[in-house]
Structure formats: C-alpha cells, structure tokens
C-alpha cells in the first residue's frame, strides 16, 4: 500500500463531525429561529448541551446567577455567540490529545490555537470582503488545517526529508509535504470536510488557503489565505512548515485593506485570543 493509500484509508476511519452541530448551523442562518427550536435539536448532543450550559455560566459573561436550563442559556447568549460556541466545541475534540501537530514541531495546544485565531481575523477582516459571512468565516478558519491533524504522524516519519528538501530548494514547506508524501495537509483537508458534508465554498477556500493565487481567488478562499499568513507572522502556532511559508503580500489592493487596518485587526486578534481562552478551550 502506497503512503496515500495509507493516509486515505486512515480518514476512513475518522469519527463523523457531529451532526447536531451541522444541523444548527443550518436553523441559526433563519435569523427567525426560536431558541426553543434550537434547544429541541440540541438536547440530543449530551457534549454540546454540556459546553453550551458551562461557557454561558462562564465569568466572561458575568452573570449574576447560575443558568441551568439549556433553552434560558440560548436567550442568553445570543445567536452570533451560539453559533461559535458550537462550533468551536465540536472542532475542538479533533485538535486535542495524543501527539496532535508534533510532525509540525507544534507543542500540544499550538495547532488548536493558530486555528482558533485563523477564525477570529477572518471573522475581523470579513467586513472587507465581500460575499463572506462572519459565521463562515469562523468556521473555515477554525477547520483550514484540519489536515495537519491527521498527517502529522506521517511528516514525522518524514521529517528530515522534507526539511532537507525545503533547504536544497528552496521550496515552501507544503510544496515538499506534496512531493514526499502525495498529499498536502490542505488536500487532506478538504477530503476530510466533504466526508464531513461542509459547503463547498468551505471546502475550496481550505484546500486552497496555501495556493499561490490564493487572494486573486474565490473571497472567501483569500480570506483564509490571508487570515492564515498573518497569524503566522504574528508568530500564533508556528511550526516547521509556517518557518517555510511563501507570505503574499499581493492582492491586499483588491479588498482595499490598509496597513493600518491590519494593525488594528491584529491588536485585536491578541486581545479577542486572551478573552476567548476559557470560551474556546485555548
């Protein structure tokens, strides 16, 4: 069996993204759904009921009593809350545990939280682009590098081929991932996603967040290009491959953002990444 064929039997066998999650996905894009329709799908998920009563009961909400009913804690927190709440819990249980991004030379928690902050610019910089909503943005974000999760073993076993090959040519990281192992974690990505049933824009704008062309593509594809080239250069998860990176500067007239307004996004990228630790399980 070839080391594709090894890879690909692997995501066989990958544990489905919970359905309960999808499924509000799709009731909270009618802005008229109730939070008793909500709690009626929800109840079912014991881990998402679980998250979703624990975060609203969080100090970062300050609330002055204990909320226990999981349709009370709905009300409370608000849709746009809801949605991301929901979505970082159930991605969360894939970025944790066991030796997750080590074949990056990323330390146990530094993948969950580069794509947690992937997911908080591009929310920031969504108001710039066109034809992407926030929540989409968030989700994309959060899931751009599912892939590494699961190839991360096999860059370990070829670690120092891949490194020796990035040195002697001069390449980025994903170009020598592509020609030693046969795929690249953003390939494996979007495999992964359409066994899990996302959208397409989702699973394009992830399998291409590392192309060349990147910002001149779909908006939604160059706003996690771009979301993901800045959290690596503010130095958010950075492992061997983000060392390697090709940045791209271009393209950034297309939207019309300025020096100064990535600034800001950043300054608040580091605040939103300290107040989200307890939310987003950091």
């Known amino acids: 069996m ?25 009731m909270l894009a009618d802005p008229d759904v109730e939070a008793r329709e909500l709690a ?7 881990a998402i009921t679980a998250n ?7 100090p970062y909400f300050g609330l002055t009593r204990k909320v226990s009913s999981l349709q009370e804690a709905l009300v409370m927190l608000g849709q746009d809350a809801l949605r991301d709440i929901i979505m970082a819990g159930s ?15 990323l330390e146990q928690g530094e993948l969950w939280k580069h794509s947690v902050a992937v997911g908080i610019l591009a929310k920031q910089l969504v108001g710039k ?19 590494k999760r699961f190839l991360s073993t096999f860059v370990s076993e070829e670690f120092e081929q891949i490194m020796e090959k990035v040195a002697r040519e001069k390449c980025s990281f994903v170009e020598a991932e592509k020609e030693i192992l046969g795929v690249t974690h953003a390939e494996l990505g979007w495999v992964i996603l359409k066994r899990w049933e996302f959208p397409e824009d989702i699973l394009v704008a992830v399998r291409k967040h590392h192309d ?39 393209g950034l007239q297309r939207f019309g953002i300025t020096p100064l307004h990535l600034d800001m996004c950043m300054v608040n990228l580091l605040d939103e990444l300290e107040r989200a630790e307890e939310l987003l399980q950091l």
Do not use: W
């Open 2 to 26: 070839s080391k594709v064929e090894r890879i690909l039997e692997l995501v066989k066998e990958i544990e489905p993204f919970p359905k309960v999650a999808r499924r509000v996905m799709e």
């Open 212 to 250: 060349q062309d990147a910002l001149e593509g779909e908006p939604l594809t160059a706003l996690i290009a771009l979301s993901n080239t800045l959290v690596i250069s503010m130095g958010i998860g950075v492992g061997a491959d983000g060392l390697a990176t090709k940045m791209r500067g271009a």
């Open 52 to 58: 979703v009563l624990k975060i609203c009961n969080a």
């Open 129 to 147: 682009i066109k034809g992407v909503e926030p929540a989409t943005a968030f989700t994309a974000g959060l899931l751009h590098d599912i892939g």
């Open 91 to 105: 991605s969360a249980r894939f970025y944790k545990g066991g030796d997750v991004g080590a074949g990056y030379d």
């Open 40 to 46: 009626e799908v929800i109840q079912y998920d014991q």
